[in-house]
């Protein structure tokens, strides 16, 4: 089985940098995702790690270390768009996508 | 760009009642998933199929659950009798052949059912 561990809530404000943090206990590792959902809205794509290191999307960066079963999302240049939840998911080879709790971020001015 | 369609949006039923919740995957996708989000939890997987049989379920996914790809376009997700507990958005997502990034899900915008 798999276990995701995210914090629940994470506050900031515009402009800022903030990073959200995810560890992850699975017995086949095969790929770490990030989603991001609004409130009342499906998950939409984020990131993608499968190696380990740092994958940059614009402002969006999500990193990987597959020794420590950690994973870090990272967020510049904050926005109040950006308040959401991510929700941090990893598969094992072969199974489907699983979702830790998400971690609700809230920007403010 | 293409997208996972859900109806109905909300479904509001009785208890011991049967629902389907329907779904339209993105056209060229092959593999197609079942989630739902109980309000305040986490998003949970349900079920998932490919090549026309169920691939993996979930503990949830009991036996009064069951999926159907009817035609060539729908994807179905059935509750035979609901529970209270059933009330939750239900999402159902998509996504290609592709491995590594492009194994990406396309989620639908998800419908809300409502257990009364």
């Known amino acids: 089985g798999q276990n995701i561990d995210q914090p629940t809530e994470m506050t900031a404000t515009e402009g800022a940098i903030v990073q959200i943090n995810c560890t992850y206990q699975t017995s086949g590792f095969n790929g770490l995702f990030w989603y991001q959902q609004h409130a009342g809205e499906a998950p939409t794509f984020l990131s993608y790690n499968v190696l380990d290191g740092l994958e940059e999307k614009g402002r969006f960066s999500s990193f990987l270390s597959r020794s420590k079963g950690y994973s870090y999302l990272l967020l510049k240049e904050l926005q109040m768009k950006d308040s959401a939840s991510y929700l941090c998911a990893s598969r094992e080879a072969g199974t489907a996508l699983i979702f830790g709790k998400g971690t609700t971020l809230s920007v403010s001015s | 760009e293409p997208e996972v369609t859900q109806t109905p949006s909300h479904q509001v039923t009785q208890m011991g009642q049967e629902v389907i919740l329907r779904c339209v995957p993105i056209?060229?996708?092959?593999?197609f998933y079942w989630y739902r989000q109980i309000l305040g939890q986490k998003v949970e997987f349900l079920v998932s199929f490919y090549n026309n049989e169920i691939s993996e379920k979930s503990e949830i996914f009991d036996d009064q659950f069951s999926v159907e790809r009817p035609d060539g376009s729908n994807f179905t997700l059935k509750i035979r009798s609901t529970k209270l507990e059933d009330s939750a958005m239900y999402f159902c997502a998509s996504r290609d052949m592709e491995t590594g990034i492009n194994e990406k899900l396309f989620f639908g915008s998800g419908t809300q059912l409502s257990v009364l």
């Open positions: 056209s060229n996708h092959l593999y």
